[in-house]
């Protein structure tokens, strides 16, 4: 058996497999957000691993089953992840601290969270969760149209990089690369 870790475009196979064992390659392929070519490579290759089997029900349709080792391999790849993401949370919320801690003790006690999704929400709950006397906390979807990700403000009436925290750099830089929460 290959003892070398699944790709995540494996993953993203077994997972829609193991979601629904009755999708067509074309389905899975779709759900998986592949090519159908490269989930048929995919699927041959899990097969030839051992992670797959395919059992053909007529002429043109099969049925795939996630093998005991695919579904190891599957839980060993989620466990990685999870275990990957809550250290980038961690260290992520350990960095809007220490920034918010320092505004703070400058007198700023306005903070302003420009951006949305899981990054803006860790800032949120960073900030709320520190329960520092007087603070307020806003949130706003874009900053002029132009900024996406999560940036936490601590200067309303001036943004430069002393009063700015990327999030969304800080967590690119922490989780290792491209940001995937």
């Given at each position: 058996?290959?003892?070398?870790?699944?790709?995540?475009?494996?993953?993203?196979?077994?997972?829609?497999?193991?979601?629904?064992?009755?999708?067509?390659?074309?389905?899975?392929?779709?759900?998986?957000?592949?090519?159908?070519?490269?989930?048929?490579?995919?699927?041959?290759?899990?097969?030839?691993?051992?992670?797959?089997?395919?059992?053909?029900?007529?002429?043109?349709?099969?049925?795939y089953m996630i093998t005991?080792?695919?579904?190891?391999?599957?839980?060993?790849?989620?466990?990685?992840?999870?275990?990957?993401?809550?250290?980038?949370?961690?260290?992520?919320?350990?960095t809007i601290e220490n920034?918010?801690?320092?505004?703070?003790?400058?007198?700023?006690?306005?903070?302003?969270?420009?951006?949305?999704?899981?990054?803006?929400?860790?800032?949120?709950?960073?900030?709320?969760?520190?329960?520092?006397?007087?603070?307020?906390?806003?949130?706003?979807?874009?900053?002029?149209?132009?900024?996406?990700?999560a940036v936490l403000n601590?200067?309303?009436?001036?943004?430069?990089?002393?009063?700015?925290?990327?999030?969304?750099?800080?967590?690119?830089?922490?989780?290792?690369?491209?940001?995937?929460?």
């Amino acid at each position: 058996m290959n003892n070398a870790e699944i790709s995540t475009k494996e993953y993203r196979v077994i997972d829609a497999i193991s979601r629904n064992p009755k999708l067509s390659q074309r389905d899975i392929s779709r759900d998986a957000g592949l090519s159908l070519g490269l989930t048929n490579i995919l699927i041959n290759r899990l097969a030839k691993k051992g992670y797959l089997k395919a059992k053909k029900l007529k002429a043109r349709r099969i049925r795939y089953m996630i093998t005991p080792e695919g579904l190891k391999e599957k839980t060993k790849k989620t466990y990685r992840f999870m275990k990957k993401s809550l250290k980038a949370v961690s260290s992520l919320r350990g960095t809007i601290e220490n920034y918010a801690l320092v505004r703070y003790k400058e007198g700023i006690k306005i903070f302003i969270i420009i951006g949305h999704g899981e990054l803006s929400d860790i800032a949120e709950l960073t900030l709320r969760a520190m329960h520092l006397e007087g603070i307020s906390i806003e949130k706003k979807q874009k900053f002029n149209g132009s900024r996406q990700g999560a940036v936490l403000n601590a200067a309303p009436e001036k943004i430069d990089g002393n009063n700015v925290l990327d999030i969304w750099s800080k967590a690119g830089k922490i989780y290792g690369g491209a940001y995937e929460f």
